[in-house]
């Protein structure tokens, strides 16, 4: 594990400090001859190159002779050699510290790799830099984005080599050798890098092919301007022992100096650079932000600032120095086996351990026993889908709703007046009185009765407000429809005509159970209690396919058996979830409870076969052997499951004040009942759940009976309670027909809410952080680092939902968090079945505390992930490709013919030896 060495800015480290940079550099010339080098300076080239608040610098070495070279930049004693900048190095991750490192072939593809720093002689790039060589140079810290400091170590280039000969640049006097490209964070001057360089060359005093090459040195030449807060530091050197500099503190820090302060000198009094015995390594949180850095100090002082000391003497490049050891822990998600098993565990550590496993990690100080913390992908805080759309009726009776939300509830056959569907304006719902009669508007098509309808109960609405009805046989007292026991009505969103939606086979007189609009695939599911089967719809109402639950049919008519009869059905997070009427109160035995499962959902929307597990198994009804069956299902806005029983009597009797509205919450992966107590219905018969619900943000609503039973205030209807959980003294009470007169007991069944709600919270900013290629053969997936910033001042972010594009999946494709306000945070997916070199747009759903969702499209570059010279891009460069390149051997190469498809790699406008070495160089089998 690498040092937290802290680098808050990097500063120039000479020996000759601040004064160095006013005077001519020092040039000792090994001969009689005239001096060869001028002197160093520096060229800005490029602004924003790699983003904004960059900027690119090139420095040069100048001489006053064509035939003058520069062989050598060392830093041999007495003299270092170091290069600083105060925002630090932009370092590209396809090249590498010196310019023979830098794949020219690869800027058409990575147009950042051409603002790389690098150090050179002379050369650009690759192509350029053959000759280039470097010996002794630690380049770890350099390639880091921090500063280059070297002793004893060497980049060179042969005597009388091309590159070691200066140029002639644009506008600008004498002849220049490139010595290194430098791309800094920072606009403008201050930006610019600094330091000094020992330099070696040779004049050719007579000619260019003369036998006279004199060589020449210059020490400690500086360039740049170091800044103005100095001071001494003494720092341990490897060849010299203790010695004294004039540094930035900065910069003794990098070095694991002692830093006397600003303004000191080495020849202070009191400022000594022989071995002090209390000075060490010190770990310290100096920001308080959970993250250490390390600093040689004293004991005392490392003490003083609550830091961790390890002993006199030590330094912090030590191997026992382990400043990160200290970063804060928190939980992490790690799949076991690998990227793809599908079996996650949550472990407890810090973030950079949590991402080289491509864990997903929920932040410092989180514990796995966190609610947040989901490992197990068998459930998951993530908010149920709000996209039921409002019917856009232009009858005046309906024209006249506010803009509120809406409601619709579904009626038997035999309520009084027919009126088997209705539509509720809640538009004033929150200045409504609680436990009291609410007036509001209803809507109600004339069509909409049991003549043209007859039995139904199942309802859902699309994203553009048409209403779905299906045809059921559970009113005790049932009528049949114009299409049968197996259809779907559609109630147009406009005029509000009925028509035919779907016609499910076998349904006989069993007829079907219940409607979901599925809103992330754009399509339906319906239960049918003829056959047993869930049958998934396209938005015409066609059959696209079918899930046949537990025994497979057998073929008989009537109704599909108990323990094997889907009723309630709610698409969610990726799985169908579906409850199974196994008992009622007539038919039940000891060892019989209704359940909910789960079915894994596709990327189409299509089941996957053998992923259905059991998730929830209901307890008896007041502690009594029975309870009964759940009749419609809902996720609220913080991620909490919704159960509504229906009191069913037997196959197709409904009795009432026996069924619950219950409220489930996923904790440690698993679904556990909530702390949280609804009531339906009054105080006398708290337990009259008519089998729906719905959630909104305010409101938990389900269809009640007896909510009030005094006379000439009966009310049964809807009933709106806190989404904390309540009874009729806290809710909003809605009357089916407003005739308090007159109970519609057993009379009412679905209920589904349209909300309008918009968010309150300022949405985030996503951003992608870093795109690495996965794997060395195609083809490849791709590790992304995701960043989001939560922007709103008060509330929390708990989830993020991903969707990729058809064909291509993100694990993980849901990540929860409890990230605060004014926070960020990063994450790490995998995403698969991807094209290198593509463009991939992921939808994201960020989800906050209080329910509201922004929903944010982020669109990635995905990188090439083709090893140079693999002409036939199979992963691989090997005797496939150089038979690829020797069939176009010494063809002319240009634009027109794709530079010889590609093999061209060198661009010299022939496949040649350049192209050869390439290959060979790049060469896996």
């Known amino acids: 594990m690498p040092n937290n060495t802290k680098p808050n800015t990097f500063r120039l480290l000479g020996s000759l400090g601040r004064a160095a940079f006013a005077v001519s550099s020092i040039l000792a010339v090994q001969s009689t001859a005239s001096a060869a080098f001028v002197d160093l300076h520096l060229e800005q080239v490029a602004i924003d190159p790699v983003g904004p608040g960059t900027t690119t610098w090139r420095l040069y070495a100048e001489f006053d002779d064509p035939n003058d070279q520069l062989t050598r930049v060392h830093g041999d004693a007495p003299s270092f050699s170091m290069c600083y900048a105060s925002g630090g190095f932009y370092q590209n991750v396809y090249s590498g510290p010196l310019s023979s490192l830098n794949n020219a072939a690869f800027w058409a593809f990575f147009p950042s790799m051409e603002y790389d720093s690098y150090v050179t002689i002379g050369g650009e790039h690759n192509y350029e830099s053959q000759t280039l060589s470097s010996t002794g140079i630690n380049f770890t810290m350099f390639e880091g984005g921090g500063p280059l400091i070297f002793q004893n170590g060497e980049w060179i280039r042969p005597l009388n080599d091309p ?541 009640a009976d007896a909510m009030h039973l005094s006379t000439n205030d009966r009310m049964y209807g809807i009933q709106g309670l806190p989404t904390t959980g309540g009874t009729a003294a806290d809710s909003v009470l809605i009357d089916y027909q407003d005739n308090l007169t007159i109970g519609d007991k057993t009379m009412l069944g679905d209920v589904v809410v349209a909300s309008s709600h918009t968010p309150d919270v300022v949405c985030p900013t996503v951003q992608v952080l870093d795109v690495d290629c996965i794997g060395v053969l195609s083809p490849w997936d791709f590790d992304l680092t995701i960043g989001v910033s939560n922007m709103d001042p008060s509330e929390y972010i708990t989830n993020v939902i991903m969707t990729s594009p058809s064909g291509t999946t993100l694990t993980p494709d849901h990540v929860a968090m409890s990230l605060p306000p004014l926070h960020s945070w990063s994450f790490d997916t995998v995403l698969e079945g991807a094209a290198q070199g593509s463009t991939v747009c992921i939808d994201m759903d960020v989800q906050f505390s209080n329910g509201d969702v922004c929903n944010e499209m982020l669109c990635i570059d995905l990188p090439s992930c083709s090893v140079t010279g693999d002409f036939d891009f199979n992963g691989l460069v090997n005797v496939d490709d150089l038979m690829f390149l020797i069939g176009r051997w010494d063809q002319d190469c240009d634009d027109a013919n794709g530079d010889c498809d590609g093999v061209d790699i060198d661009g010299s406008g022939v496949v040649d030896m350049g192209d050869l070495l390439v290959v060979l160089a790049n060469w896996t089998l």
């Open 163 to 703: 590159y070691a000969f200066g140029e002639v640049l644009s506008g600008m006097p004498n002849w220049h050798v490139l010595i290194g490209q430098f791309t800094t964070y920072g606009s403008g001057p201050s930006s610019a890098p600094y330091g000094v360089l020992n330099l070696d060359g040779y004049q050719d005093f007579f000619n260019f092919n003369g036998v006279d090459t004199i060589p020449w040195s210059a020490e400690a030449v500086p360039f740049g301007t170091p800044p103005d807060d100095q001071g001494a530091c003494c720092f341990e050197d490897p060849t010299h022992g203790q010695i004294c500099e004039v540094l930035a503190e900065e910069v003794c820090v990098d070095l694991s100096g002692y830093w006397y302060g600003l303004g000191t000198f080495c020849g202070d009094a009191g400022i000594t650079c022989e071995p002090i015995a209390d000075l060490g390594a010190c770990c310290i949180d100096d920001d308080g932000d959970g993250t250490y850095w390390c600093s040689v100090i004293s004991i005392m002082d490392c003490h003083a600032a609550g830091g961790v000391f390890y002993g006199a003497g030590t330094i912090c490049t030590d191997p026992m120095v382990e400043c990160d050891e200290f970063e804060e822990e928190g939980a992490c998600c790690i799949e076991e086996g690998g990227h793809g098993s599908g079996y996650w565990y949550c472990v407890e550590v810090n973030q950079q351990l949590c991402d080289d496993v491509l864990g997903v990690w929920y932040g410092p100080g989180t514990l796995c026993s966190d609610p947040g913390v989901n490992c197990d992908p068998g459930c998951s805080t993530v908010p149920g889908a709000d996209c039921a759309g409002k019917p856009r009726y232009q009858d005046p009776d309906y024209t006249i709703f506010g803009n509120g939300d809406i409601a619709v509830q579904t009626a038997s056959p035999s309520i009084i007046g027919g009126n088997v569907v209705t539509v509720f304006d809640l538009s004033g719902v929150a200045t409504a009185p609680l436990d009291s009669w609410f007036a509001l508007n209803r809507y109600t098509h004339p069509t909409w009765n049991q003549d043209n309808l007859g039995s139904i109960f199942g309802l859902a609405l699309d994203g553009d407000g048409n209403i779905y009805v299906s045809a059921t046989k559970t009113w005790s007292s049932d009528q049949m429809g114009v299409s049968g026991w197996g259809a779907v009505y559609k109630l147009d969103t406009y005029s509000g005509a009925i028509s035919t939606f779907a016609l499910l086979p076998n349904a006989q007189d069993a007829s079907l159970g219940s409607i979901t609009y599925d809103c992330d695939h754009n399509q339906f599911f319906v239960t049918n209690f003829g056959d047993g089967k869930i049958y998934r719809l396209d938005m015409s109402g066609a059959i696209i396919d079918s899930y046949d639950h537990g025994m497979p049919w057998n073929g008989s008519g009537g109704w599909a058996a108990l323990r094997d009869r889907p009723w309630a059905v709610e698409a969610h997070d990726g799985r169908l979830y579906y409850s199974l009427w196994n008992e009622d109160t007539v038919n039940y035995s000891s060892g019989d409870f209704n359940e909910i499962w789960s079915i894994e959902l596709d990327a189409a929307g299509g089941f996957v076969l053998g992923t259905d597990v059991s998730e929830i198994i209901l307890p008896g009804f007041y502690q009594t052997q029975y309870s009964a069956p759940v009749a419609d299902m809902r996720f609220s806005k913080t991620g909490s499951l919704l159960l509504a029983e229906r009191s069913m009597q037997g196959d197709s009797y409904l009795g009432a004040h026996q069924s619950r509205l219950l409220e489930y919450e996923c904790v440690a992966g698993n679904w556990v009942p909530s702390s949280n107590i609804y009531e339906a219905g009054g105080p006398s018969y708290p337990n009259s759940s008519t089998g729906g619900v719905d959630a909104t943000f305010d409101h938990t609503w389900c269809g």
